[in-house]
């Protein structure tokens, strides 16, 4: 049985691919800073059990790999916007924030998994990453888009880095979901477009698909994103 590690596992894509793949059979840990949401998805299953961390702080993540199985699969969900998005609005705070957790958080779980991944031979990564770490989008902000470029680099570099160790990583890059993220959103989002954009459990089937392929195949880059959005 697979172990699956999950940050951000408590809401939104986290939750949702906690939910769908400890259905499947995998055996899952979720993580994140808040206990509550965390406690509230592992009672969905018991193939979910969960540990609290915070990804952009080094010694929370170290303690989190303390005592904790091999993981062959890091799925990198834990990510944050902020409300103010311009660069005339953006403060250093809150670009450094966004850097620590949608950026760096990546980084070191990664660093954390990829050594028994090599000795192994054999691990997959799935970063969920965004559109705006493939394009800069003016409603995503500049200091979410730079953290999410950051990500996207930093998956496809380990990818063609560890490829020959049978190591590999995938950049999922989603456009609008129905998660609390929306919530930091400049302007509230009514109910009717919720409902007409990607919903968790569409990314989750798409992770569970990629989860799924045997070690042979790989796809390092999923786009995905609703089909009233446009992406051109």
Request: net charge negative.
């Amino acid at each position: 049985m697979k172990h699956v590690l999950i940050t951000g596992g408590g809401t939104g894509v986290g939750r949702g691919a906690a939910i769908r793949l400890a259905t499947a059979g995998y055996r899952v840990t979720i993580t994140g800073r808040r206990e509550a949401p965390l406690q509230e998805t592992a009672a969905q299953h018991e193939g979910i059990q969960f540990r609290s961390c915070d990804v952009s702080d080094a010694a929370s993540v170290d303690a989190l790999f303390n005592n904790l199985d091999p993981v062959d699969i890091l799925i990198n969900s834990a990510g944050i916007n902020v409300r103010h998005r311009s660069m005339a609005d953006l403060e250093p705070d809150e670009w450094e924030k966004l850097l620590r957790i949608n950026a760096t958080g990546a980084y070191s779980t990664m660093r954390k998994v990829l050594p028994t991944m090599r000795e192994r031979g054999d691990g997959l990564i799935i970063n969920i990453s965004s559109v705006a770490g493939k394009r800069a989008l003016e409603l995503a902000g500049v200091g979410y888009c730079a953290s999410k470029f950051a990500m996207t680099a930093l998956g496809t570099c380990v990818g063609l880095e560890e490829a020959p160790n049978g190591i590999r990583v995938t950049n999922i890059y989603p456009g609008e979901i129905n998660t609390p993220i929306l919530d930091d959103r400049p302007k509230p989002v009514s109910d009717e477009h919720k409902a007409q954009i990607l919903q968790p459990e569409d990314i989750a089937e798409a992770i569970l698909m990629i989860a799924a392929l045997p070690p042979r195949a790989h796809i390092p880059e999923l786009v995905i994103k609703p089909t009233s959005q446009h992406y051109a």
